[in-house]
T-cell receptor
């Protein structure tokens, strides 16, 4: 149980284009979802937190107009990187938490984004 | 002071030894505590959760929690090279966020 899927697992896009990443909780309802970014050999960096049906809460320094988050249902959240630039190349990881699972947080497998 | 402190390592142990990973935290109202394992290039994987003082064992893993001293530890018995990874300590204090430590890198030498 407690499986989180993420799609795509990797994507290459051209500078200036937009990329959408999907995150799904497969066997539980995710009351809260999180989006992280991780650069090589660095720590996880929380980008934003979202609750189903509510606007996402972005961490300081994260541009909400560039990283669009939609938590459309209790099992689906999407992150859209708009007007991507090479510096947006990173490992993006979603995570989901269920109150029914005593606040345990489960991670998706991640999406490696390369912007050329 | 960081909310969750971990020694970044690397911690190097020989195969078959006990690896001891430690974590201290600053928020006394912390309720739930977690250990994650992250292999290089992969996302974190939840391996242990602990909610009350004492020890909790799961296979070769034992989590220890001491709320009075504000520390949580993870022991890995009979360490294997496949245990080589970064181990993240995390805690939930209420609200929406879970706070993660920066992680301790563990190397198990064959």
């Amino acid at each position: 149980g407690a499986v989180v899927s993420q799609h795509p697992s990797w994507v290459i896009c051209k500078s200036g284009t937009s990329v959408k990443i999907e995150c799904r909780s497969l066997d539980f309802q995710a009351t809260t979802m999180f989006w992280y970014r991780q650069f090589p050999k660095q720590s996880l960096m929380l980008m934003a937190t979202s609750n189903e049906g509510s606007k996402a809460t972005y961490e300081q320094g994260v541009e909400k107009d560039k990283f669009l988050i939609n938590h459309a249902s209790l099992t689906l959240s999407t992150l859209t990187v708009t007007s991507a630039h090479p510096e947006d190349s990173s490992f993006y990881i979603c995570s989901a938490r269920s109150l029914a699972r005593t606040y345990e947080q489960y991670f998706g497998p991640g999406t490696r984004l390369t912007v050329t | 002071q960081k909310e969750v402190e971990q020694n970044s390592g690397p911690l190097s142990v020989p195969e078959g030894a006990i690896a001891s990973l430690n974590c201290t935290y600053s928020d006394r109202v912390s309720q739930s505590f977690f250990w994650y394992r992250q292999y290089s290039g992969k996302s974190p994987e939840l391996i242990m959760s602990i909610y009350s003082n004492g020890d909790k064992e799961d296979g070769r893993f034992t989590a220890q929690l001491n709320k009075a001293s504000q520390y949580v530890s993870l022991l890995i018995r009979d360490s294997q090279p496949s245990d080589s990874a970064t181990y993240l300590c995390a805690l939930y204090t209420g609200g929406f966020k879970t706070i993660f430590g920066a992680g301790t890198r563990l190397f198990v030498k064959a």
